[in-house]
């Protein structure tokens, strides 16, 4: 060793040599280390299918070994922390934020519960939670009928392709608990073969027929709003179609607003349930996104509801959708500010300007109605006849049926602030011209002051006010939970296991 | 000689050798493989280095602007040499930390300094038409509205790279990306 150190000790110029081939080897090395990273990278371009993915497939993990990266962003939505002014990923009892709308909604379900949904991840989950669909000990008992799973999972258009549609409309949400345990998902919206968007469910299809329109004719841009138009609209159950059957329908035969869907409404003579305390044949809007998206500004220039609340990203040079469908508030640098250049802080709070607003106004209306229910009920205690009520609960109907529009829509009040001020507006008239007509009434009747207005001031009160039993409710809702959920999810993870995985590399 | 006092004693000469040499060999490889040498040019090609910049590229190499000024005559300043290298060398060395530790946003936007650049290079050739004296002397307010707001406020398609601003806005267009960095003589060799 030492006599080889010794080389360069006698030849210095042998040093210089052995330092430059040195570069160069190391020099060349790198090169080699780039062509095996180069090939190495070309592996994630590569897209290798994993699984064979057969037609009707429900589950979600499937599709997602072959598209990791939407399917990670999908799972996104089982984030539960983000809280905006009004809404956001986290659940929000809405009952508590705004106790006015128990009595609004006494003799329906809504009084019971109703929360600020949360994301995708949760669609079965939440449905089995809430005291809304009840606590049913058979399949063929419960408050709920089996068209109300038709929003919540990839598992129901395999179910109505078994049974077919008008048999999947028919029956109890019971019926099929142990078939819908799959969260909204891959199937809902793509094709399995070309990952195309595709139509899954029947009632969007048939509204657009009715309206003239053959929805297979729709172009790439409107079918990022339209997979999304399958659920996030108004809709009801028209027993008409078949004996037993609750046929989902889109009321859009006559428009969108909330005054053409009124009118067809009206013309059908459909209501959801009577109230209790006022007697009126109630409407309730569900969640009339799509319409009213439909009237504003974003919608009028192209934009649709993936390019804000589903944005392209680029990870790695490599552009996808990012499936974490959300509030865009909670996504202002990849949503808004691809086309507006203002500052975060500055466009947060544009959209919580029209909020506030829009909120500020469907309050007013919403004491309006509470009174109005009241006042109809002091009326019929002191023996108003049907035909003194009629005009008066049909103003009851239209009033609270505008303000549900502009309640239930999700994010309405960013989407079309016109529009739902103009709603509002009208709903506010509609309510102070009945409650005229009820004071007169009132005066007739020996009852010539005002009818005090009830303590609501929290949801317990409120429900109380109506006489709500929510002991009876939760206890069996918690029974519910206990024994039919595991055995539901039981029988669905014995059938699933049953079908064959084509595991193709 | 300054040299000669740097080299080590002489039976230290084999190892020290062959450890400078590794080191050395390895910057040089990092100079050459991150392109390096390109910064010092004023070529658009050398902006594309990073993939992200391709929407900004593929926007201007297709904008009026394509025939007239290239990336630094807008976005680094052009009043003397040494503010020019400066400011370059301060920018860039921001840039490939962002783009290193991959840390860019999905909508990248232009910060205040930047802004004011543009902003002076804008003027620079369109004086003539921002600096009109005879509406300066007729219109109330009018050096008050011009120097209130900046030219890319309204001029977004031209001078602001189009109206969408994304990573993803321009996913196909023909962008002059980094060439392979391996030397066609030794990817011959591997293919043979």
Redesign the interface.
């Known amino acids: 060793m030492n006599n080889?150190?010794?080389?360069?000790?006698k030849r210095?110029w042998l040093?210089?040599v052995?330092?430059?081939?040195?570069?160069?080897?190391?020099?060349l090395?790198?090169?080699l280390a780039?062509?095996i990273v180069?090939r190495r990278m070309e592996a994630t371009f590569v897209n290798v299918p994993l699984v064979d993915i057969k037609s009707f497939e429900p589950r979600n993990e499937v599709w997602g070994q072959n598209f990791p990266r939407q399917f990670q962003s999908y799972y996104g939505t089982s984030d539960t922390t983000f809280r905006s002014k009004y809404n956001g990923n986290a659940m929000i009892d809405m009952l508590e934020e705004e106790p006015a709308m128990v009595v609004l909604w006494a003799g329906y379900a809504f009084s019971r519960d109703y929360s600020q949904g949360r994301g995708h991840y949760y669609a079965i989950t939440d449905v089995h939670n809430t005291l809304r669909t009840g606590g049913p000990k058979t399949p063929d008992e419960g408050l709920q009928p089996s068209t109300c799973w038709t929003c919540k999972s990839p598992d129901v258009p395999r179910i109505m392709e078994q049974e077919g549609v008008t048999q999947f409309y028919t029956g109890t949400w019971a019926r099929l608990g142990q078939e819908i345990v799959n969260p909204i998902g891959c199937a809902d919206c793509h094709d399995e073969k070309t990952m195309n968007l595709r139509i899954s469910r029947p009632a969007l299809v048939e509204a657009f027929e009715r309206r003239g329109r053959d929805i297979t004719k729709a172009g790439y841009q409107e079918m990022r709003s339209l997979v999304c138009a399958q659920c996030h609209v108004e809709y009801y159950f028209n027993k008409n179609v078949a004996e037993g059957a609750n046929y989902l329908t889109f009321p859009w035969d006559n428009g969108f607003s909330a005054e053409t869907i009124a009118e067809y409404y009206d013309n059908i003579a459909f209501s959801d349930w009577t109230h209790a305390l006022s007697k009126t044949p109630m409407l309730k809007a569900q969640h009339p996104d799509y319409e009213v998206y439909m009237t504003g500004i974003h919608a009028t220039r192209g934009v649709s509801c993936a390019d804000c609340h589903m944005?392209?990203?680029?990870e790695?040079?490599q552009?996808f959708t990012d499936h974490k469908m959300q509030s865009p508030l909670n996504n202002i640098?990849?949503s808004c500010?691809?086309?507006h250049?203002e500052e975060t802080s500055r466009l947060i709070q544009d959209v919580y300007d029209r909020q506030d607003r829009i909120v500020e106004i469907r309050r007013e209306l919403e004491n309006q109605l509470v009174s109005a229910h009241v006042e109809a009920k002091t009326a019929w205690d002191l023996g108003a006849t049907e035909e003194q009520m009629k005009d008066i609960l049909q103003g009851i109907r239209h009033a609270q049926w505008r303000w549900d529009y502009a309640a239930a829509t999700h994010g309405g009040s960013f989407h079309s602030p016109v529009e739902l001020g103009k709603t509002i507006a009208n709903g506010i008239s509609i309510a102070q011209e009945t409650r005229i007509k009820l004071a007169r009434l009132l005066a007739g009747l020996g009852h010539n002051k005002a009818v005090p207005f009830p303590d609501i001031s929290t949801k317990e009160k409120a429900q109380e006010f109506i006489g709500l039993d929510m002991k009876t409710f939760r206890a069996e809702k918690e029974e519910f939970l206990k024994t039919m959920v595991p055995q539901w999810l039981k029988e669905a993870e014995k059938r699933e296991a049953s079908w064959e995985r084509n595991q193709i590399n | 000689m300054m040299l000669k006092r740097l080299l080590p004693p002489p039976k230290w000469m084999l190892p020290v050798a062959i450890a400078s040499g590794i080191l050395v060999g390895i910057a040089l490889f990092t100079f050459y493989i991150s392109k390096a040498h390109a910064y010092l040019s004023d070529k658009p090609e050398a902006c594309v280095n990073c993939h992200i910049m391709a929407p900004q590229y593929a926007t201007w190499s297709r904008s009026s602007h394509r025939e007239w000024a290239h990336c630094n005559d807008c976005h680094v300043p052009q009043d003397n040499i040494f503010n020019k290298y400066y400011f370059k060398a301060n920018d860039g060395l921001r840039h490939s930390y962002l783009f290193t530790l991959r840390k860019e946003r999905q909508a990248i936007m232009i910060l205040e300094p930047g802004a004011r650049v543009v902003q002076n290079n804008c003027i620079r050739c369109h004086e003539q038409q921002v600096v009109d004296p005879k509406l300066e002397a007729t219109v109330d307010m009018y050096r008050a509205i011009r120097e209130g707001r900046r030219c890319v406020d309204c001029h977004r398609e031209e001078g602001g790279h189009g109206s969408f601003n994304s990573l993803s806005s321009a996913p196909y267009a023909r962008v002059p990306l980094l060439d392979n960095p391996i030397p066609n003589w030794l990817r011959k060799y591997f293919k043979d």
């Open positions: 080889k150190l010794k080389i360069t000790e210095p040093a210089w052995l330092f430059a081939a040195t570069i160069v080897i190391v020099f090395l790198g090169l780039s062509t180069e944005p392209y990203i680029s790695g040079g552009k640098a990849n500010q691809v086309c250049r």
